[in-house]
């Protein structure tokens, strides 16, 4: 299956492919973040793929100098009982990745997660705002130079 998708992936949008790799028989491709509405909706579309199924979605901070942050999609078709991951990479000068809730309306929850944990913000997303943070909260927790004990006194904690 993973050859397949590697092949109709290169004839649909060959530049929307920035890289794959396979371990262990599940395949991740990392997808150009102007482009991964473009690649989830074929992969939605596509009759013989049918990855009708966003199970996950979420950011990962790899704390690098460049891309430091990834949005990784865990993608399931129901038909063919396949998996696939995708990965966009993000500069954190520029935390901006359009959003899929086009293509699977239940990014909207995972989208809004990622946005309020690690600052990323997915343009065009119907209700971006804070899912567990107050909303004048200034910090993204999940970050990895977040202070691992927290910012004293930057939330408002009731008192007992």
């Known amino acids: 299956m993973n050859e397949t998708i590697l092949e109709k992936?290169?004839?649909f949008a060959p530049e929307s492919i920035a890289g794959a790799e396979e371990f262990r028989g599940d395949l991740t491709l990392i997808v150009r973040k102007e482009d991964i509405v473009r690649v989830a909706t074929f992969l939605r579309d596509e009759g013989e793929l049918a990855f009708d199924?966003?199970?996950?979605?979420?950011g990962v901070d790899m704390m690098r100098p460049?891309?430091?942050y990834e949005v990784v999609y865990t993608l399931y078709?129901?038909?063919?009982?396949a998996y696939l991951?995708?990965?966009v990479r993000v500069e954190e000068e520029d935390l901006v990745v359009p959003t899929v809730t086009g293509v699977w309306a239940g990014a909207n929850w995972h989208e809004r997660e990622t946005y309020d944990m690690f600052g990323i913000t997915f343009s065009d997303h119907p209700d971006l705002r804070r899912l567990y943070m107050p909303d004048d909260f200034e910090h993204h927790p999940l970050r990895k130079d977040f202070p691992l004990m927290g910012i004293p006194d930057s939330l408002s904690l009731p008192r007992r």
């Open 9 to 11: 992936l290169r004839r």
């Open 53 to 58: 199924l966003l199970k996950d979605l979420c």
């Open 66 to 68: 460049e891309a430091r």
């Open 77 to 81: 078709s129901l038909r063919t009982k």
């Open 85 to 87: 991951r995708l990965k």
